[in-house]
T-cell receptor, first 118, second 114 residues
């Protein structure tokens, strides 16, 4: 199984709503990532988790709250979003051995959640 | 990480080789060149990576110039399913990095035509 599964595929929410994006992988990967991608733009890194601990936060606003409850699951909790937060949210995972990251740690991406904030 | 420059778009004929250039003139000695592609409505997909030597796998070949300031991704026999945005990424390998921090540039939008 080399899949990263993201749910839901599409999400529409109002600015006062609270919603969550879910990402799951069963490849035994110990690093997981959230990327944001606006239309016709490249993906931008938001967060990196390493061994279920947050290791990189790219100065993301607090209305985005990541969570890694176990080694297979990554969530992104959304609250009080703005219309400009509408984008494709991509999850990725990579195998990690020990400290640091090796050059062979390919990222496996899910197909993303297309989020629209009204 | 070094910045990369790619042409914004290119067309190629089905069945022919597609040669995708990438300029990374500020690359340093410990930086690797990665290629990913993103097919419409999907997440990016790893293709290949290299440091100095040319590399080949089942998907593509990577040719890195001797001075390492540029590289070319070669899709040997392009098919319609190879239509995608191709990203060239340069990343430094740090043994104790907190995360595999891939920074995507603008990429090249490749259209394979019948």
């Amino acid at each position: 199984d080399t899949e990263v599964t993201q749910t839901p595929k599409h999400l529409v929410m109002g600015m006062t709503n609270k919603k969550s994006l879910k990402c799951e992988q069963h490849m035994g990967h110990r690093a997981m990532y959230w990327y944001k991608q606006k239309a016709k733009k490249p993906p931008e890194l938001m967060f990196v988790y390493s061994y279920e601990k947050l290791s990189i936060n790219e100065s993301v606003p607090s209305r985005f709250s990541p969570e890694c409850p176990n080694s297979s699951l990554l969530n992104l909790h959304l609250h009080a979003l703005q219309p400009e937060d509408s984008a494709l949210y991509l999850c990725a995972s990579s195998q990690k051995r020990g400290q640091g990251f090796t050059t062979n740690e390919k990222l496996f991406f899910g197909s993303g959640t297309q989020l629209s904030v009204l | 990480d070094a910045k990369t420059t790619q042409p914004p778009s290119m067309d190629c004929a089905e069945g022919r080789a597609a040669n995708l250039p990438c300029n990374h003139s500020t690359i340093s000695g410990n930086e690797y060149v990665y290629w990913y592609r993103q097919i419409h409505s999907q997440g990016p997909q790893y293709i290949i990576h290299g440091l100095k030597n040319n590399e080949t796998n089942e998907m593509a070949s990577l040719i890195i110039t001797e001075d390492r300031k540029s590289s070319t991704l070669i899709l040997p026999h392009a098919t319609l399913r190879d239509t995608a945005v191709y990203y060239c990424i340069v990343r430094v390998w740090t043994p104790r990095a907190a995360g595999n921090k891939l920074t995507f540039g603008g990429g090249t939008r490749v259209l394979v035509k019948p």
